[in-house]
């Protein structure tokens, strides 16, 4: 049985730092695409980052610049360590797994809040 634990979200400043973890388990990890997904109240969800297979990097126009999705195949964890953050990235963040660009399995998301 496939399991992603999230870890790592909680309450920063604008302008702060914070890093994500999605730890799975139950799979072949380094053949696997992740991704960081963010949903915000009212709002729809949103694919935030993408990792595939060999480290190929897909990010939302929104985060450029400021998030970075990685990975640890050896810890079957994928990071996201998110910086210069802004009040509109409060959302609660999952990670899924999947083929690229599909995302079979999800982890039970954690909450990230910005304060201004």
């Known amino acids: 049985q496939v399991q992603l634990v999230e870890s790592g979200g909680g309450l920063v400043q604008a302008g702060g730092s914070l890093r994500l973890s999605c730890a799975a388990s139950?799979?072949?990890?380094?053949?696997?695409?992740l991704a960081w997904h963010r949903q915000a109240p009212g709002k729809q969800r949103e694919l935030v980052a993408a990792?595939?297979?060999?480290?190929?990097?897909n990010y939302a126009d929104s985060v450029k610049g400021r998030f970075t999705i990685s990975r640890d195949n050896a810890k079957n964890t994928v990071y996201l360590q998110m910086n210069s953050l802004k009040p509109e990235d409060t959302a609660v963040y999952s990670c899924?797994?999947?083929?690229?660009?599909?995302?079979?399995?999800w982890g039970q998301g954690t909450q990230v809040t910005v304060s201004s």
């Open positions: 899924s797994l999947g083929p690229w660009g599909g995302h079979t399995y």
């Open positions: 139950g799979t072949f990890f380094s053949f696997k695409a």
């Open positions: 990792i595939s297979s060999d480290s190929t990097t």
